[in-house]
């Protein structure tokens, strides 16, 4: 069995206690993660604290250091994707992607850059504009996708000059600290630590005083508790928070032709994806197809072990989440729901069938909340206003995606929606140069290229008089 260790001050360590990791597939404890404690709390902290100075000075300098961290990655990307798919579930070959991916992310990071802006340059004086770093940044990462978002935070946090404390999932931390492993000598000491803990961590660290900045991915109500436990000490706070994105599919679309990116749009990663497709709005003259098309791809795809290269889709990752979806699909069928294919566990571990279910209504549980899980419910409409409206209807704003070969139609449609990304006849396609973040509850602030430097730094004015 691994032994894994926490990262403070450059030195991997051990902790006196430790909790269980449960694999999802099976259902059954695989491993033990370290219990970090609070006097190693403090230290993580406080050797950030100390890093900070010297670390903000020389752009160039973290650079070299972030593409060092990348290749550092890269090379245990194989060990990292198997301990990742071991607590998390998805395939394997789909934990590897995740792992080369994030270090793509460092790189693409370590090669941005907000210069100095000048303002006003005149014979009388001159006004600079200056992006500084905040100090230290407490990122706190979710189950779902531990190793690249938590890369994404901590790349853009240090190449702006800020220090990190790391704090992943309870769920999933193992792959995370493997990845601290690996990068331990790119950085300077304390530039990055990376601690693992039961849920009571996360909230010291996010109230640590000699924290600046906490960036957090998770739920909607923990989002909210973090900007509560900011507010008293005025930290700053990126929230990028969950979502329930609607797919509005018009009815010049052929479905045969659209089943199999709308599908994957709601089931990568068996719906545990903040972004995914949580509920589609179909005209009632193409309905009958597509759905009978989506129940036909989510009777193809395996659902099963991560390890087993047969599958195709992964287990739900933890018991509560498991329990939660399991309820929401009883509490439609109760309703009136009528489960087209899944609906049901699979019988193996957390293990949930993808699910297509209709004869829904925007008022069930199913619809209206986030379901996170590999369930999509779909709903027919006649009036492309009112499709757009119920569609908008949330407290939810993260994405949204409309499908249709007339782009001039469908972009005017896109536009419409609520949400911080809306596509148009794709879902789930990120990208590096774009901004990303939420409106309503979605979240608070944005990630990606120079948006998501702006986010970690603060504006000085620097005012000169000739």
């Known amino acids: 069995m691994n032994h894994y260790r926490l990262l403070i001050n450059g030195k991997l360590t051990s902790t006196t206690d430790s909790f269980a990791v449960v694999n999802p597939a099976s259902g059954e404890v695989f491993a033990q993660a370290p219990e970090c404690s609070e006097q190693q709390l403090d230290q993580a902290v406080g050797s950030a604290q100390q890093a900070f100075p010297q670390w903000g000075q020389d752009h160039n300098k973290r650079k070299a250091a972030l593409m060092d961290m990348a290749n550092a990655i890269q090379q245990q990307s194989k060990k990292i994707a198997e301990v990742l798919t071991l607590e998390q579930g998805k395939p394997l070959k789909h934990a590897t992607r995740e792992v080369m991916a994030s270090a793509l992310q460092i790189q693409f990071a370590a090669n941005t850059e907000l210069p100095l802006e000048v303002l006003q340059d005149t014979d009388d004086g001159r006004i600079e504009l200056h992006h500084k770093p905040y100090g230290v940044v407490a990122a706190i990462t979710p189950w779902n996708f531990p190793v690249s978002i938590a890369m994404g935070k901590v790349a853009t946090a240090l190449i702006a000059g800020n220090t990190v404390v790391l704090k992943p999932s309870p769920y999933t931390p193992l792959s995370t600290l493997l990845v601290g492993e690996a990068i331990q000598s790119a950085l300077p000491p304390g530039v990055l630590n990376i601690i693992s803990g039961s849920d009571p961590l996360g909230a010291c660290l996010t109230i640590h005083p000699l924290v600046r900045k906490i960036d957090f991915t998770g739920s909607v109500n ?241 005012n000169i008089k000739r």
């Open 222 to 462: 923990t989002g909210k508790q973090v900007a509560r436990a900011a507010s008293d000490d005025l930290k700053r706070v990126t929230l990028e928070l969950g979502g329930n994105d609607a797919a509005i599919v018009l009815e010049d679309v052929q479905p045969k032709e659209i089943a199999n990116k709308l599908f994957w749009g709601a089931f990568t990663n068996s719906g545990q994806v903040c972004i995914a497709i949580k509920r589609a709005y179909v005209h009632e003259s193409i309905y009958p197809q597509l759905v009978s098309e989506l129940s036909l791809l989510a009777k193809k795809y395996p659902v099963g072990d991560g390890m087993n290269e047969q599958t195709a889709l992964g287990p739900i990752n933890n018991q509560a989440q498991f329990e939660r979806v399991s309820s929401l699909v009883e509490d439609a069928k109760q309703h009136g729901a009528k489960i087209e294919t899944g609906g049901a566990p699979t019988g193996q571990g957390f293990g949930y069938q993808s699910t297509i279910m209709t004869e829904v209504n925007d008022e069930m549980s199913i619809v209206c909340e986030e379901q996170f899980g590999p369930v999509l419910p779909i709903l027919t409409y006649t009036d492309l206003d009112d499709a757009i409206a119920r569609a908008n209807h949330t407290h939810f704003g993260l994405g949204g995606s409309v499908w249709s070969p007339n782009l001039e139609r469908a972009s005017d449609v896109a536009r419409r929606l609520q949400c911080g990304t809306a596509w148009v006849n794709q879902h789930l396609a990120l990208s590096p140069v774009a901004p990303f973040g939420g409106s309503k509850w979605s979240g608070i602030g944005y990630i990606n290229g120079r948006w998501g430097y702006e986010g970690a730094t603060e504006l000085q004015v620097v």
